[in-house]
Antibody, heavy 123, light 107 residues
Framework: VQLLESGGGLVQPGGSLRLSCTAS????????MTWVRQAPGKGLEGVSG????????DYADSVKGRFTISRDDSKNTLYLQMNALRAEDTAIYYC?????????????????WGQGTMVTVSS | DIHMTQSPSSLSASVGDRVIITCRAS??????LNWYQKKPGKPPELLIY???NLQTGVPSRFSGSGSGTYFTLTITSLQPEDFSTYYC?????????FGQGTKLEIK
């Protein structure tokens, strides 16, 4: 059971990046997924989540209108398209599997996490 | 948004001690509260879900309790590998929100 993120790196303010998270060892198609980030020296912040079949999506206010979550079940892969990046988006981005099909379902939890990918927004 | 507040923010303890970390929600969330352990350079790990349910594989020295707005994470007989940062997270409504974290350090 594994999640592997990729796509992080150094980008200038205003730039774009697309993160990927490839799942293995479980039935990706049957679970909601999420992105959570941790800025340097800070705590955990939920960024975005998506239900099965590309259904319900949710975004933190801090990224709404700039980030887009998507998934390709044929590739067992979750994506996060990040546009108009700001210095405050600098963080390690983790993808995680929810314990339910529907993101935001009452009582869910995030039980499998990737190792994370670092995003640095700086000129 | 539901605001989660943990206390203390940091805590010093010794191997073998019993510690309690508290988490308060800004509004009632029933029992929809999860606890995660976060070590430097590692991803978070789910410890407790739905306030009091131990995740598979987590040692029984970890336990959780609470409902409504007040929750606790108790670790009995601290082991060296337990010194890390702990986060609560509410699963009552979106956006999912985390507490600010409690850093548990060796005394």
């Amino acid at each position: 059971v594994q999640l592997l993120e990729s796509g992080g790196g150094l980008v200038q303010p205003g730039g774009s990046l697309r993160l990927s998270c490839t799942a293995s060892g479980f039935s990706f198609v049957n679970y909601a997924m999420t992105w959570v980030r941790q800025a340097p020296g800070k705590g955990l912040e939920g960024v975005s989540g998506m239900s099965i079949s590309g259904g319900t999506t949710d975004y933190a206010d801090s990224v709404k209108g700039r980030f887009t979550i998507s998934r390709d079940d044929s590739k067992n892969t979750l994506y996060l398209q990040m546009n108009a990046l700001r210095a405050e988006d600098t963080a390690i981005y983790y993808c995680a599997k929810a314990t339910t099909m529907w993101f935001g379902a009452t009582g869910d939890a995030f039980d499998i996490w990737g190792q994370g990918t670092m995003v640095t927004v700086s000129s | 948004d539901i605001h989660m507040t943990q206390s203390p923010s940091s805590l010093s303890a010794s191997v073998g001690d019993r510690v309690i970390i508290t988490c308060r929600a800004s509004q009632a969330i029933s029992g929809y509260l999860n606890w995660y352990q976060k070590k430097p350079g590692k991803p978070p790990e789910l410890l407790i879900y739905a306030a009091s349910n131990l995740q598979t594989g987590v040692p029984s020295r970890f336990s959780g309790s609470g409902s409504g707005t007040y929750f606790t994470l108790t670790i009995t007989s601290l082991q060296p590998e337990d010194f890390s940062t702990y986060y609560c997270q509410q699963s009552h409504s979106t956006p999912r929100t985390f507490g600010q974290g409690t850093k548990l350090e060796i005394k």
